[in-house]
Structure formats: C-alpha cells, structure tokens
C-alpha cells in the first residue's frame, strides 16, 4: 500500500487490515512515497517524519511492515517504480496494491500503465466522497471496506487549527506530530489533498 502517509491515519489502516483479510495476504508493506510528484507544488513533510511516523501506527500489527523503497530512491515516487523494486525484492511473491477509490481513479488516468497491471492485482477500496470504478478491467477488484471519512489533509488541517486529531491517527502517531510541531503552521500546507 503506497501513500505520502502525512500522517498515517485509521483509513489507511482499516483499508489494509481488511484487504489482507478478504485477499488473505502474508503481508501488507506500507511504501510512504519519496518525493510524490502529484503533490510537488504542496509542502509535504521530510520522508523520516512519515516514514517513522508509519513505523509507529504499524509496529504492533505482525502482518504490517513498512518499505523504504521509495524513500531511498532520488527523484519523484512513481508506482511503477516501487512495484519493479518489491518485484525484485519479493520475485516469488504474488503482489497486489492497495488503493483508496481516488488514488485508483488516477492511476487508471495514466496513459502508459500498461506494465502496471502486469505487475501487481490493483485492490481499489472505498473511501467516502469518492466513486469506486473499475472501469471494466478485469485485472482489478473492488472491495468495500468500513467507511473512515478521514483525511491526512483534514489530519493537517486540524492540527493547524488545534483541533484534536485523536482517534483519527493512532494515539503513538498523535504523541509523535506534537512530539515534532508537526503541521502547527498552516500557512505551509496548501490542501495536498490527492
Ligand atoms: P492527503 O489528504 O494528503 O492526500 P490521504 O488521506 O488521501 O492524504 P494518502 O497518503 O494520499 O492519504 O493515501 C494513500 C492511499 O490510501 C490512497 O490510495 C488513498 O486513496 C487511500 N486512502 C486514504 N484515506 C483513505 C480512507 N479514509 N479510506 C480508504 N482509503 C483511503
Ligand atoms: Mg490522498
């Protein structure tokens, strides 16, 4: 499951939970994105602080580990990169991504993605105030997942507003922004939101 993870939150973590469950995965390897190239003109935080902060929300679940694939690598995170290098990492592993319903509708934009269906099933899960479309591929599933109507952009937002983020991130996610003034300006965030 790729995402910029800015923060982490319980959407990401239901979606993965219930995915590995109805798809009966070993694993599921949260990938935060390095640089993510749809989100280049916003402010997105260091990768350490998403990495770790991905590291905390995960660490007590077995089945969830987290990748620096994309983190290590220079440059803009594109998803056909992170699947070649878990492909080599993993090469008799059975990959599939999971994606929330907007994150899905994009990748199904990109003109040359042909290799992408090649090398992992795309898991494509609902996400409150978003359509979840196939589009006829038959390489895809479609899965409903308990409704999280949370955002990592509502996440920010709250913080800069000093609203509470409890609940919405996992109690060692929330100790660690304020731990770092994570987000506590808003004027820096202009509503990723992708
Ligand atoms: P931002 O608001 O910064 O874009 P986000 O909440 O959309 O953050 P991302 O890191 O962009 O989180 O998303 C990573 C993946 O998780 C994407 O595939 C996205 O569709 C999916 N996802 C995020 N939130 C939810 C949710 N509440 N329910 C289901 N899927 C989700
Ligand atoms: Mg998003």
New binding site residues.
């Given amino acids: ?6 923060p982490i ?1 319980h ?2 973590l ?2 993965a939970s219930e995915v590995a469950s109805v798809f009966k995965l070993d694993e599921v390897i949260f990938v935060p994105t390095g640089e993510p190239w749809q989100k280049a003109k916003n402010k997105v935080s260091a990768a350490e602080h998403r990495y770790l902060m991905t590291v905390i929300a995960t660490a007590a679940n077995p089945q969830f580990t987290v990748s620096r694939v994309d983190i290590d690598r220079p440059g803009p995170t594109f998803t056909i990169d992170t699947l070649r290098d878990l492909r080599e990492m993993r090469p008799d592993a059975e990959l599939f991504f ?7 509708a994009q990748i199904m934009s990109w003109k040359d993605s042909d290799e992408l269906w090649e090398l992992a099933h795309f898991v494509g ?4 105030g978003h359509v979840l479309d196939d589009m006829g591929r038959s390489d895809v599933s479609l899965l409903e ?1 308990p409704a ?7 996440c920010r937002q709250r913080v800069g507003a000093q609203n509470p983020v409890w609940y919405l991130v996992p109690d060692g996610v929330v100790q660690y922004i304020a731990k770092y003034g994570l987000y506590m300006d808003p004027a820096t965030d202009h509503d ?3």
């Fill in positions: 499951m790729g995402g910029t993870f800015d939150h959407g990401h239901v979606a999971i994606t929330g319903a907007d994150a899905l899960v609902t996400r409150p997942v999280m109507a949370i955002s990592s952009t509502d990723a939101g992708t």
